[in-house]
């Protein structure tokens, strides 16, 4: 089945240790997004890529940033991890920005767990 | 405010009972999206919804454009139903790529 895949499920890291999230999709959609949720919060919006086209949210820390080898994979990277940056990320895509040809498909999530 | 209000934020109900979740919007939307979310799960789309209903099983989503309101309703709800669904528009403001989220209604449904 066409699907998003985040890898780990679960991440433990030390704090301060760079950990990298992995995101991939067998859609080929030309958008794929990165959300941080915290404890009973919204999920908030990092960064997206439109195809290799890098768009940050203006308040996004500098210590995420991201990387899109190819139109599958996507990458969350976490230079120096603190404990506030404990919490679920999810991986979306969509065929278009704003989802408007079929939505959104987002993957299962990775906890992640500073130390 | 939030641009996207769902009500109510908790919901309790016996297995079988018909259920209503209310969002409002008060931007304009190329769509509205229903979520939904285990506890310390990933987020499933339910529907996404520019104009009229949709169903899928027992789960039925309509819009009113012009009164900007949305409904998701679970017929015959099940244990299994027990989840956050979330309410979320595309397509508002400046920022037509971003997902605004509403804060979600927490659903358990008792057997």
């Known amino acids: 089945d066409a699907m998003v895949i985040q890898n780990p499920r679960y991440q433990v890291t030390q704090f301060g240790k760079p950990v990298t999230l992995s995101c991939s999709q067998t859609?080929?959609?030309?958008?794929m997004y990165w959300y941080q949720q915290k404890s009973s919060q919204a999920p908030k919006l990092l960064f997206h890529?439109?195809?290799?086209?890098?768009?940050n949210e203006a308040d996004t820390p500098d210590n995420f940033q991201s990387r899109r080898p190819n139109t599958s994979f996507c990458f969350l990277d976490i230079r120096s991890p603190g404990l506030g940056d404990a919490a679920m990320y999810l991986c979306?895509?969509?065929?278009?920005?704003?989802?408007?040809?079929?939505?959104?498909?987002f993957g299962s999530g990775t906890r992640l767990t500073v130390v | 405010k939030n641009e996207v209000e769902q009500s109510p934020q908790n919901l309790t109900a016996q297995e079988g009972e018909f259920i209503t979740i209310n969002c409002s919007y008060s931007?304009?939307?190329?769509?509205l999206h229903w979520l939904q979310q285990h506890p310390g799960g990933g987020i499933v789309s339910l529907f996404m919804?520019?104009?009229g209903k949709k169903k899928h099983g027992r789960l039925i989503a309509t819009i009113n454009i012009q009164e900007k309101h949305s409904s998701l309703h679970i017929t015959a709800s099940h244990p299994r139903d027990s989840a956050v669904y979330i309410c979320?528009?595309?397509?508002?403001?400046?920022?037509?790529?971003?997902?605004?989220f509403g804060k979600g209604t927490l659903l358990t449904v008792n057997p």
């Open positions: 859609l080929n959609h030309n958008v």
């Open positions: 979320a528009a595309s397509g508002g403001g400046g920022s037509n790529y971003k997902l605004t």
């Open positions: 979306a895509t969509s065929r278009d920005r704003g989802g408007r040809l079929g939505g959104y498909t």
């Open positions: 890529y439109y195809d290799k086209d890098f768009n």
């Open positions: 919804l520019s104009s």
């Open positions: 931007v304009g939307i190329s769509a």
